[in-house]
């Protein structure tokens, strides 16, 4: 059984920093998609960053890059999302998401079959 248990969330101020974790289970990590992707209320669910498990190649959204890292640490099965330079823009329920298949960018939800339950990100201007 898939698992992904995200945790990190918070409340911050504006410039402030955040590190996301996700925990992942039941699947055979180094051979799946990994991505983060998030939902502010009355918006569309937005695809944030990816990171392919076995090479380590990555994608930001335009909205991100220069201020969210993402990575992984493979022995622990653990994703993570680093946010820099927050912005009140960023206020949403981040979550982590599995692709078994190939993922293109900018990538869809639709292509993600796992999915962990949310954490909320809160910033103050």
């Known amino acids: 059984q898939v698992q992904l248990v995200e945790s990190g969330g918070g409340s911050v101020q504006a410039g402030g920093s955040l590190r996301l974790s996700c925990a992942a289970s039941?699947?055979?990590?180094?051979?799946?998609?990994m991505g983060w992707f998030r939902q502010a209320p009355g918006k569309e669910r937005e695809g944030v960053a990816v990171?392919?498990?076995?090479?380590?190649?990555?994608d930001l959204a335009d909205s991100v890059k220069g201020r969210f890292t993402i990575s992984q640490d493979n022995a622990k099965n653990t994703l993570y999302l680093q946010m820099n330079g927050l912005k009140p823009e960023d206020t949403a329920m981040y979550y982590c998401?599995?692709?078994?298949?190939?993922?293109?960018?900018?990538?869809?939800?639709?292509?993600?079959?796992?999915w962990g339950q949310g954490t909320q990100v809160t910033v103050s201007s």
């Open positions: 990171i392919y498990s076995r090479s380590s190649v990555t």
């Open positions: 998401a599995a692709a078994l298949g190939y993922v293109r960018w900018p990538m869809s939800e639709f292509d993600f079959g796992y």
């Open positions: 039941g699947i055979t990590y180094g051979r799946y998609y």
